[in-house]
């Protein structure tokens, strides 16, 4: 696809090192994994088991196309032993003290920083993505680590004040059970640790089903786990079935052993897992697309608006979550930040994500190639205009395209879908009123961002009538969220939330307790069975 730029030329090219295919057996030999072999993906009781029943999956590396490795996935005898194997290790983790579960959390949390460099180059590698962000994301995993182990010790209830005489009334957590985590390949690492961290400190035990994208990465996780369970009386805690989600994640949907899900991935995903939650009356955490804005204000600081988008619709090759796709800009400085964007985006190194130069490296897959084809051609098609980028960029089988800037009508109807590539509808308003509109008019509500320098915008933003989404800033982008904050958001991104503030509770049951210390036995609400209390006094007791 050629694009007709308009206001620019195209003059992107894929900077791919050379020794990139050098550098691929030193990344998987830090892990014991060996290019073109075949490796187990299946993992419960403290071990890898060697021969799952399920079919052989190929991982590829996005740089060049060529596999990487096989992987033998679950089939549904091995998932079914998965979930049994972790609901017996339930039965002994939920029995620690948590302060001694954080312990083992605190010993991951080390392990993680011993390995960070060796995890974050196979994620780069797998997954493609850029080697600062991908330390990020290991980074991201010590810090919901940290937390976690302080959550150890805060796991608290509440006493309330009883309406009853001589009662007290109080509120307790206890730990629930297997949580499966089902997860996306954008964040292979972090997003699961979200949750396993917090889940693991709660005295739960965990069933893991990664992306079918990025199994190395979740192989090597699972191998620190093992480092640091072994022998210890977290062992089996953490298991692991890699498999399609038709195959493994329907099996763990449906699984009563697992009393909460916690997935992550498109929101057709979150659909199906609704569904099949609701059947069971099992518990969800639903972590799902989103088609987030940043809005520019005439008043904004310029500066911090155009590195904010840059970062925002660029990084992570357009593949997060909370990657911006609409930008909303105040009419009296719509040329102009655009003309500033677009000098910015040409200044973008696409290339080898393992090069540290690169600020873009490839998609994930050959689909997701097509996605970003058929989303430019659909925009085309419904009266947008591509005024940068546009193209797929071919060059030694990677899956390279160029980051895309697209004029556009809010009312466009694939402005209302996340097309999970690096493109940017843009839109000019008039008014405030007029963006808070158009960033609340889509089915997603995860993240958002306003620029501006006046007090009175930004409250109006932040208050009930402002951003309709779970995150929503001033002056800072719609990525990269820290995990002291609770992360979701709402719609049809599922309602979610994970990582910091009280998201441990979603791992948790909650169990309220009336403990009648006096002699009588009133009822709440002033009810009155003059019956019992009769029987009672007659018999004197
Ligand atoms: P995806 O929906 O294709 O897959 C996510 C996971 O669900 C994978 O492990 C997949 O195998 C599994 N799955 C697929 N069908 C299933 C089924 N029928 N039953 C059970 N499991 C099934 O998503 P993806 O392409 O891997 O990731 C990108 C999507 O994830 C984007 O929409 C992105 O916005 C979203 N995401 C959301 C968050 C968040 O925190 N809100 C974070 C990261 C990614």
């Known amino acids: 696809m050629t694009a007709d730029t308009g206001l620019t030329h195209s003059e992107t090219s894929i900077q791919l090192n050379h020794s990139h295919n050098a550098n691929v057996r030193g990344v998987l030999d830090a892990f014991g994994l060996k290019a073109g072999s075949t490796v187990s993906g299946v993992a419960y009781g403290g071990g890898f088991t060697s021969a799952p029943t399920g079919e052989t999956l190929e991982t590829h590396d996005p740089t060049t196309g060529e596999v990487l490795a096989y992987v033998k996935t679950a089939g549904h005898p091995d998932v079914s032993r998965v979930a049994a194997e972790a609901a017996k290790a339930f039965e002994r983790w939920r029995l620690v003290p948590p302060p001694q579960r954080g312990e083992i959390v605190r010993r991951l949390s080390d392990a993680f920083r011993r390995r960070k460099e060796d995890l974050a180059l196979l994620i780069s590698l797998e997954n493609g993505k850029i080697l600062s962000e991908a330390r990020g994301e290991v980074q991201e995993v010590i810090d919901i680590c940290d937390l976690a182990v302080g959550q150890s010790r805060q796991l608290f209830g509440r006493v309330i004040a009883s309406e009853r ?89 449906s699984d009563t052993r697992l009393p909460l899900i916690q997935a992550t991935g498109s929101c057709g995903l ?10 069971r009356s099992g518990r969800a955490i639903l972590e799902l697309g989103g088609n987030n804005a940043v809005v520019v204000m005439a008043d904004a600081d ?14 992570t090759a357009g593949q ?23 000098a910015a985006y040409r200044t973008v190194r696409i290339g080898d994500p393992l090069d540290e130069k690169t600020l873009m490296g490839p998609l994930i897959s050959l689909d997701a190639v097509s996605e970003y084809e058929h989303g430019l051609a659909e925009i085309q098609r419904q009266g947008g205009e591509i005024i940068y980028g546009g193209k797929v960029l071919v060059d030694g089988g990677g899956y390279f395209v160029e980051p895309t800037i697209v004029r556009s009508k809010a009312d466009m109807p694939i402005c209302r879908e996340e097309v999970f590539a690096p493109i940017l509808h843009v839109f000019a308003v008039d008014t405030l009123e007029e963006a808070i509109e158009i960033n609340n008019a889509v089915p997603q509500g995860l993240s958002s961002a306003l620029f501006t320098t006046n007090l009175s915008t930004t409250e109006r933003w932040l208050s009930s009538t402002g951003s309709d989404c779970g995150i929503a800033n001033v002056n800072a982008g719609t990525s990269g969220a820290e995990i ?26 909650r169990q309220t307790c009336t403990i009648n210390y006096g002699e009588d036995l009133p009822f709440a609400q002033g009810v009155r069975f003059e019956a019992e209390q009769a029987t009672r006094k007659r018999d004197g007791s």
């Open 165 to 253: 005489r001589d009662h007290q009334l109080i509120e307790q957590w206890h730990p629930l059970g297997v949580v499966g985590i089902i997860s996306a390949f954008n964040f292979p690492v972090a997003v699961p640790g979200w949750g396993w961290a917090l889940a693991l400190v709660c005295g739960d035990t965990i069933v893991w089903k990664p992306s079918s994208l990025t199994p190395l990465v979740s192989i090597a996780v699972q191998q620190i786990f093992h480092e640091v369970t072994g022998g210890t009386e977290a062992e089996g805690a953490f298991s692991l079935a890699i498999g399609r989600g038709g195959v493994v994640g329907e099996a763990l949907l």
């Open 270 to 279: 979150g659909e199906r897992v609704s569904v099949a939650l609701a059947k």
């Open 302 to 315: 310029l500066n911090l608006a155009i590195w904010a988008v840059v970062f925002g619709a660029v990084g």
């Open 320 to 342: 997060r979550c909370t990657t911006t796709r609409r930008l909303i800009l105040h009419r009296p400085i719509h040329e102009p930040f655009l003309e500033r964007l677009i």
């Open 484 to 509: 002291g904050g609770a992360f979701g958001g709402e719609k049809a991104t599922g309602g979610g939330r994970q990582a910091g503030s009280d998201a441990w509770k979603g791992y948790m049951r």
